[in-house]
């Protein structure tokens, strides 16, 4: 079973808006700490949004920050990526990430936050394609 699958990847003109989900079936979903990494083919893996247990807080790429809204759902174990206002440099596969998120008794600061390596389980991606 597959625990992380985003879906909502489309192709949008500069300026559009899509939102992104991705549905966990990790029985621990609420103690997690979940973010969106993107890739663009011939780029690293790039840091874009990560979200703490509660929901109440969270960290954005300055390239995403104002643009690009991240969420999440314990009920229905899914988080969010809404984006808005895109350019052609969002273009990317997006992927879904959860890790524990801990600091000592805190979330982990921005620094932790933007590496990947910091993270256990992976979705699969899913494409976002924005054309000028």
């Known amino acids: 079973q597959v625990p992380l699958v985003e879906s909502g990847g489309d192709v949008v003109q500069a300026g559009g808006s899509l939102r992104l989900s991705c549905a966990a079936s990790?029985?621990?979903?609420?103690?997690?700490?979940m973010a969106w990494f993107r890739q663009a083919p011939g780029k690293e893996r790039e840091f874009v949004a990560a979200i703490n247990w509660d929901g109440d807080n969270a960290y954005y790429a300055n390239s995403v920050k104002g643009r690009f809204t991240i969420s999440r759902d314990n009920v229905k174990n899914t988080v969010y990526l809404e984006m808005n206002n895109l350019n052609p440099e969002d273009t990317a596969g997006y992927y879904c990430?959860?890790?524990?998120?801990?600091?000592?008794?805190?979330?982990?600061?921005?620094?932790?936050?933007?590496?990947?390596?910091?993270?256990?389980?992976w979705g699969q991606g899913t494409q976002v394609t924005v054309s000028s």
């Open positions: 990430t959860a890790g524990s998120g801990r600091y000592g008794s805190s979330w982990f600061p921005l620094s932790l936050a933007q590496n990947w390596k910091n993270y256990d389980f």
């Open positions: 990790l029985r621990t979903f609420s103690t997690l700490s």
